[in-house]
């Protein structure tokens, strides 16, 4: 399950993401930059007023002596904090650094920040692992530089988030993420989304959390356990006839049509070592969702694309039926989609163009609404 990272500067920002549904308060100054840390006495603010209903995280400025860098951690977990993040150098001694917290591991859960605008040096993880962190996370350093996913593609942060769980690391995801981003970003397998901006109003990170624009992000991004025991104790109700599911069989047809990208596809052997034209067609069934003109209703043409990307970046592939059962396949995890048309053609083959089409179900839609 993916958690929301909601970041605030307040007590009262941290009871509106409280109220909202955010799953980790974390506590960071958005006016010092993308790692701005809050004065210890804010800090301590927060998490008194959270008062343990979520984790509470903290930013801790890294000095450059280790000496140093170990009494700003100690003092960040006097405040009470379960998290602390600090961004991980890209210097020499980052090795020297991530030795020297170690036993602060121990006592607090640590999260090393790596930021995908400056080069990030993922071959740093192990280290981290060894040392005993809770995690890493991908932020952006300057969010003028763009959001994260357009920085790195999809398929790169979904490598970094298998990365990190090979090595037993929990992976975090944040910079100047929209609404928008989220669907794209919870097939990466992410275990924690950060956001700031996207919760503010009129998306601007240094103004104050907006409730709506926080229930939004809530919504966007799979419930929590007790959410889902909630669920599924209104859909005992609906089994038993005592609710009415409202537009229950209603779909939407949400496509991507006429989609040219080069690719080495092809089993001939003249057909390896460069690219072709691939044209892409894809039509998904997809369940029609109560609200209009909300990110809520909406199952984006962009995850389509992603996943178009995230098999072209694999390598060749023999077979433009493998490349459409890949692909159904990916956007069939989307749990709203329902079925989907898939059809796949090579262009430079013929005058025309030659491919296959398929449609496949989800096995599952039936049980949506139970027996």
């Not at 700003?72 to 020499?92: D, H, Q």
């Not at 995230?310 to 077979?319: D, F």
Request: aromatic residues 4%.
């Amino acid at each position: 399950m993916t958690l929301m990272l909601a970041s605030v500067l307040s007590r009262e920002e941290a009871e509106t993401a409280l109220a909202y549904g955010a799953d980790i308060i974390d506590c960071k100054d958005p006016a010092r930059g993308a790692l701005g840390a809050l004065s210890l006495a804010q800090i301590k603010e927060i998490v008194a007023a959270v008062a343990g209903r979520r984790p509470v995280s903290a930013v801790v400025d890294l000095p450059h002596d280790a000496a140093h860098a170990r009494q700003a951690f100690e003092e960040a977990i006097e405040t009470g904090v379960e998290y602390v993040k600090f961004a991980l150098p890209s210097t020499p001694d980052a090795d020297e650094i991530i030795a020297a917290l170690a036993p602060i591991a121990k006592r607090v859960k640590l999260v090393a920040v790596l930021f995908a605008d400056l080069h990030p040096d993922f071959s740093r993880l192990p280290a981290l692992a060894k040392a005993g962190f809770h995690g890493a996370m991908l932020d952006t350093a300057h969010k003028h530089n763009g959001r994260l996913i357009d920085i790195m593609t999809v398929g790169a942060l979904s490598e970094f988030a298998a990365s990190c769980h090979e090595l037993r690391l929990a992976a975090g995801l944040a910079g100047a993420l929209e609404p928008p981003d989220v669907p794209r970003l919870l097939v990466t397998g992410a275990d924690v989304i950060g956001f700031r901006g996207a919760l503010c109003e009129q998306g601007d990170r240094q103004g104050a959390l907006s409730a709506a624009a926080v229930a939004l992000i809530r919504d966007l991004i799979p419930t929590r356990p007790d959410v889902v025991e909630e669920m599924a104790a209104e859909w005992a109700l609906i089994a038993r006839g005592f609710i009415q599911p409202p537009g229950v069989d209603d779909t939407d047809c949400v496509f991507l049509h006429d989609y040219v990208l080069p690719m080495e596809v092809g089993a001939y052997a003249h057909e390896y070592g460069h690219t072709q034209r691939v044209r892409f067609n894809v039509d998904a069934e997809v369940t029609r969702a109560e609200i209009s003109d909300d990110m809520r209703a909406v199952f984006s043409y962009d995850v389509i694309m992603d996943a178009i990307k995230m098999i072209l970046a694999s390598g060749h592939v023999a077979m433009v039926e493998t490349i459409a059962e890949r692909l159904a396949e990916s956007v069939l995890l989307h749990e709203r989609v329902r079925a989907v048309t898939v059809q796949v053609e090579k262009l430079d083959v013929a005058p025309g163009a030659v491919g296959v089409k398929i449609r496949r179900e989800r096995h599952d839609h039936k049980r949506a609404v139970p027996d």
